[in-house]
């Protein structure tokens, strides 16, 4: 069993930068890759960003490269996502997720374990 719970959301203005958390327990040896999606009102979850196993490779959806960076601490079982230059359209409920593989996919089914999310709202 993997549980992950986020962290770090909230009220922002526009240019303003954020940091998110993700901090894994249970079972975290079948954790490989790590992804951050995020999902405003009346639209789909849509991917962000996500993170192999070390570190070593990521990949992030178009609308937040050069602005959001993620990484991961193993030791620490937590992952992040720096969030700089923040946009009002950035507003949204930012989950964490876990899949057992290191292809980095876009698609919710690629990942097995998913947080309850946190909010980031960033306004004008």
């Known amino acids: 069993q993997v549980q992950l719970v986020e962290s770090g959301g909230g009220l922002v203005q526009a240019g303003a930068s954020l940091r998110l958390s993700c901090a894994a327990s249970g079972r975290t040896s079948v954790i490989y890759k790590m992804a951050w999606f995020r999902q405003a009102p009346g639209k789909e979850r849509d991917f962000v960003a996500a993170?192999?196993?070390?570190?070593?490779?990521?990949y992030y959806a178009d609308p937040v490269k050069g602005r959001f960076t993620i990484s991961r601490d193993n030791a620490k079982n937590t992952l992040y996502l720096q969030m700089n230059s923040l946009k009002v359209d950035d507003t949204a409920i930012y989950y964490c997720?876990?899949?057992?593989?290191?292809?980095?996919?876009?698609?919710?089914?690629?990942?097995?374990?998913w947080g309850q999310g946190t909010q980031v709202t960033v306004s004008s």
């Open positions: 997720a876990a899949g057992g593989t290191d292809y980095l996919g876009t698609s919710r089914v690629s990942y097995a374990y």
């Open positions: 993170i192999s196993q070390s570190g070593g490779n990521t």
